[in-house]
């Protein structure tokens, strides 16, 4: 069992940074894939970016890549979102997963743990 937990949520101007993180509980935080994903009201929840257990490799969606990183630190047992050069589209609650096993997922229903979620808006 995994528990998750996002901050760093908030209001910010297009173009700002924003930087969430994701505190996770357990001893086995490492051997789990961990993802940023985003729903926006009435959208549906769409991938971010994903990290493997060792930080070694990371996945970003077409639309977040080069703006967002993704990392972990596995001592702290958390994953972080570096949002930078937001736009009015980024608004959304914002939730970190975690996927068991090696892969990279870029899917919802392949994440087994989800946090509650932290809101972002960005104004232009």
């Known amino acids: 069992q995994v528990q998750l937990v996002e901050s760093g ?17 357990g001893r086995t935080f490492s051997s ?3 993802g940023w994903f985003r729903q926006a009201p009435g959208k549906e929840r769409e991938f971010v970016a994903s990290i493997s257990g060792s930080g070694g490799f990371t996945v970003y969606s077409k639309s977040v890549k080069g703006r967002f990183t993704i990392s972990r ?4 047992n958390t994953v ?3 949002m930078n050069i937001l736009k009015p589209e980024d608004t959304a609650m914002y939730f970190c997963a975690a996927s ?3 892969t990279i997922m870029t899917t919802t229903r392949r994440y087994d743990y989800w946090g509650q979620g932290t809101q972002v808006t960005v104004s232009s």
Not at 11 to 23: D, G, I, N
Not at 73 to 76: I, L, M, S, V
């Open 9 to 25: 949520g908030g209001l910010v101007q297009a173009e700002e940074s924003l930087s969430l993180s994701c505190a996770a509980s």
């Open 32 to 34: 789990y894939v961990m």
């Open 73 to 76: 630190d596995n001592a702290k």
């Open 80 to 82: 972080y979102l570096q």
């Open 100 to 102: 068991p096993g090696s």
